[in-house]
């Protein structure tokens, strides 16, 4: 039978998380689900992006999943807390879900010389505070600036991330944060789409600031949590397979699915419709 790990995002930006995660532990069975009809969450609401959320995770559970990684930051600062102390009590108390910020921040102390760290992520993420909030509890000697960059994603998304319009706009924001604190030294990438511009955000920022995309730090962090719960780690089953959802068509998942995950083979998903 299989027990995957899920991975939930609005839609294939999760898909540069799974990709570390993957590699890291290819042991496992993985079912990952992007909800592409719906995307994108950056700009929503608390309530809806909470609402879409727990739906997803709801559905991941009912197909196995003891263990479900919001792989999205947005959903991660607007629904992870809430699902965890109010839903998860009354859903199902021994499974567990988890987020990508935490396991970010928790290594942003041991980088940051100068203690300013900025990060760039979606409105939603940067009006929730979450990383700010978060830092300060492991880091309380930690200045972070955040900076919303609306356009990224619609930039990624419809392949115009290695454009002179897409130069223009990585620029902008990064002015725009870099002006409101200069001494930042680490930048945190806060959204899963963010890597595949990495090369361009390192371009415009001076060699000394850290850019830090989170897919390596949520793998290990995920590793090591599989270590500490081995209550948790026997219930995920390992037959190293993958499988894919979305609730929009399957043919514009794998099309995106291959830009973010760089392959060449087509990525085959199965589409979900929301009761
Ligand atoms: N996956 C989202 C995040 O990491 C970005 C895409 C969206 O806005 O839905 O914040």
Known sequence: MKTPIGLFDSGDGGLTIFDKVHALMPEYDYL?????????????SFEIVYEFTLQAVKRLFDMGCPLVIIACNTASAKAL???????????????????????????????????HVGVVATQGTILSHSYSLEIKKLWPDIIVTGQACPLWVPLIENN????????????????????KDPLIDTLILGCTHYPLLIDKIRAYLPETINVIPQGNYVADSLKDYLHRHPEMEVRCSKHGEVE?????????FSEAANIFLGKQEGIHAQRIIWE
């Open 32 to 44: 990952y689900l992007g909800d592409n009809a719906r995307a994108p969450y950056g700009s929503r």
């Open 81 to 115: 807390r809430t699902i965890q102390q109010n839903d998860l009590p009354n859903i199902d108390v021994s499974r567990r879900v988890l987020g990508v910020i935490r396991p970010t921040v928790e290594v942003i102390g041991k980088i940051t010389k100068t203690n």
């Open 160 to 179: 115009e991330y290695n454009t002179a319009g897409a130069d223009y706009f990585v620029k902008k924001y990064l002015d725009q944060l870099l002006n």
């Open 244 to 252: 894919f959802l979305t609730s929009e068509s399957e043919d514009k």
